[in-house]
């Protein structure tokens, strides 16, 4: 019998893919988010970002078990849990665990570290952590927005560029400015000369 190889194990370096490093201060979590689910769909491992379906059985299935011996139920488990990999689901849950925690920051990472997690529990805390903080991100980067001032930076690209990457993160946290507000914002940090 032939062993194939799940893609998923021939990722060395995740950073190589999702090249965001999440934190609490550049508040990418949607930028993050999508390259991360990208990955993880291309990889073959986004059910992992969902809840872990429980094994069903059917009302015929429960009987039949009833009418079996133990031992042939523990011989059929045992080898259930060969055919469906339920090892190879950990192993592979695993790596989805560590691309994860690889690719946030250190605070993030002692924040949302629990033992036993599963990648899912991961990307909850994360969701959850950034999305039930937006009125409070919103409003540390539009005071972080309305203090950028040309002085601060050593040209007007790199000003503008500051500006974008704000109005970017306020946008992640549903709040995103017009064009006309923008305009104004860029206008308002120069200089009076």
């Known amino acids: 019998m032939e062993s194939k190889i799940h893609p ?18 550049n508040a ?24 872990r379906p429980a094994a069903s059985s059917s ?5 039949a078990d009833k009418e079996r011996s133990t031992a042939d139920k523990d011989k059929e488990k045992s080898t259930a849990d060969k055919d469906t990999g ?16 690889g690719t946030i920051s250190m605070d993030l990472l002692q924040t949302i570290m629990k033992k036993n997690s599963t990648a899912f529990d991961a990307w909850v805390a994360l ?4 999305h039930d903080n937006k009125s409070s991100r919103a409003l540390h980067l539009q005071s972080k927005l309305t203090n950028t001032r040309l002085e601060s930076f050593k040209d007007m690209a ?4 500051e500006i974008k990457v704000l109005a970017d993160q306020i946008s992640n946290v549903d709040v995103p400015l017009s064009n006309t507000q923008l305009v104004l914002k860029v206008l308002g940090g120069l200089p009076e000369q």
């Open 8 to 25: 998923t194990v021939t990722v060395s370096n995740i950073k190589n893919f999702v090249t965001i490093t999440l934190d609490n201060e």
């Open 28 to 51: 990418q979590y949607n930028t993050w988010s999508e390259l991360f689910r990208i990955h993880c769909t291309a990889y073959l491992v986004d059910d992992h970002l969902q809840p």
């Open 59 to 63: 009302f015929f299935g429960s009987v």
């Open 86 to 101: 339920s090892d190879q689901w950990k192993r592979l849950d695993a790596i989805v665990l560590q691309w994860i925690y």
């Open 127 to 130: 969701e959850n952590l950034f």
């Open 158 to 161: 790199s000003y503008c560029q």
